[in-house]
């Protein structure tokens, strides 16, 4: 939970930063090592990002500007965080998670577009959309948690719990 609020803090504090200060254009990232973070921003109109880890305690970011946005994350494995923050017109992220107690968060202003799967007991998801919007969050299993923000455009949501 130390892990997930530090993340949110730091993730918030990164509005203030440009995303030209980073150049971090690795289109992919492959790792079992447990303890991993990556954390990847693009400021460009080809955006496009895919993570993939494996383990426990991994934490992934994204974070896109520019008008082709795209964000994929991956993980497996518990006490995972995935957070995707995208600006821009094309945006569109998808987040999967498999394993328990793991956290999903994207936030997104523009074409919007959102999905977050989550796989095993105790995981959490939430989408911010501002734009416009679409969102479907699938949870399977027990003591999953999930919340959704909508504002403008043409809105849908789709929660499923099971």
Known sequence: ????????????????????????AYPEMNSEVPDQ??????????NSSV???????????TYQTGSGNSG??????????ALVNQRGNGN?????????????????TGG???????????NTAYILQKGRSV???RQNGTNQSSGV?????GMAIRVTQH
Do not use: C, P
């Open 135 to 137: 969102t479907e969050i």
């Open 72 to 81: 994929v994350i991956r993980q497996s494995g518990s006490e995972n965080t």
């Open 1 to 24: 939970m130390k892990k997930t609020l530090l993340t949110l803090a730091l993730l918030s504090a990164s509005w203030g930063i440009h995303a030209q200060q980073f150049d971090m």
């Open 112 to 122: 919007g577009d959102a999905s977050i799967t989550q796989q095993n007991f105790g």
């Open 92 to 108: 569109n992220a998808d987040i999967s998670q498999s394993g328990s107690d793991n956290f999903a968060y994207v936030s997104q």
């Open 149 to 153: 923000v909508q504002n403008s455009s």
């Open 51 to 61: 993570i993939y880890q494996n383990g426990n305690n991994n934490l992934a970011t």
């Open 37 to 46: 973070i990556f954390a990847g921003a693009r400021n460009s109109s080809g």
